[in-house]
């Protein structure tokens, strides 16, 4: 079932509670696996989590692009971990390479594309609009989880059907041709 967001969509406020009672003391962030205060208060940590999509295709970077592919045997340590900032409850950066390569919603004319940015992730700025094209809201579903573009509303994190394609952004989460189903978990 997917979550209802409210009138503040296009910021980075959450799409479950109102302002004041968001930040009322400690969040609890990402499946309530670890703890962190607002930025501003205290910077909060980065965490590397494990993602693959439904298919099991594994995440991978493959000539400065980020792919999704079945990986095995020695091939299995070329996994990127996907580095999170949370920034609210269920909104967060996403980066890889220890946070080095910051996922990033970018349009470009007509077209909205998803883009590696050479970026550190805890350099980031949830108050910055810049910034915003970084984060990503997190929709759990179940085992599963969703990605949308905090940017592009309606835009969501995807893999193609097809092995060692690129990682992308759909506007049709149901496309029968798209992935934008995630098992994602801490490392």
Known sequence: MRQERGSKRMGFHSPLLPMDEMW??????????????????RRCEMQAFRIWDVNQKIFY??????????????????EEKIDVVPIEPHTMFLGIHGGKLCLACVKSG?????????????????????????????????????FESAACPGWFLCTSLEADQPVGLTNMPT???KVTKFYFQQD
């Open 175 to 177: 496309e029968a041709l």
């Open 24 to 41: 009322a003391g400690v969040c609890t962030s990402v499946q309530q696996e670890t703890a962190c205060h607002p930025l501003g208060k």
């Open 110 to 146: 007509d077209e909205i594309k998803l883009k590696l940015e050479a970026v550190n992730i805890t350099d980031l700025n949830q108050n910055r609009e810049q910034d915003k094209r970084f984060a990503f809201i997190r929709f759990d579903n179940g085992p599963t989880t969703s």
């Open 61 to 78: 970077l493959r000539n400065n692009q980020l792919v999704a592919g079945y990986l095995q045997g020695p091939n299995t340590k070329l």
